[in-house]
């Protein structure tokens, strides 16, 4: 590939390369971290004594709100990838 001849070019060249490898698995860490929080604390706390949901109607939506969650950070973990720059055609 040649230079890039314009700005343009330029900046477009540099926007589709791919993040470092450890801020996409830095990313991946806070992400699914907080899918699993919020996803436990929307299954857990309907159900709680003190709760300010009293329907089961309401509880059940939530707490499926919160499997659901806790359902795409375990997807996210099992499937993630690294997305790594092509190396340099010589």
Known sequence: MAAPTT???EATTQAT????VWLQRLSLV???LFCFYIGGL???LP????????QGWARGITSGLGLIDLWI???????????RPAPPRA
């Open 7 to 9: 700005i343009h070019e």
């Open 17 to 20: 390369a791919p993040a470092p």
């Open 30 to 32: 806070v992400f699914v």
């Open 42 to 44: 929307l299954t857990v």
């Open 47 to 54: 159900w709680t004594s003190n709760s300010v949901m009293q």
């Open 73 to 83: 950070a375990v997807s996210e973990l099992l499937h993630y990838r690294d997305y």
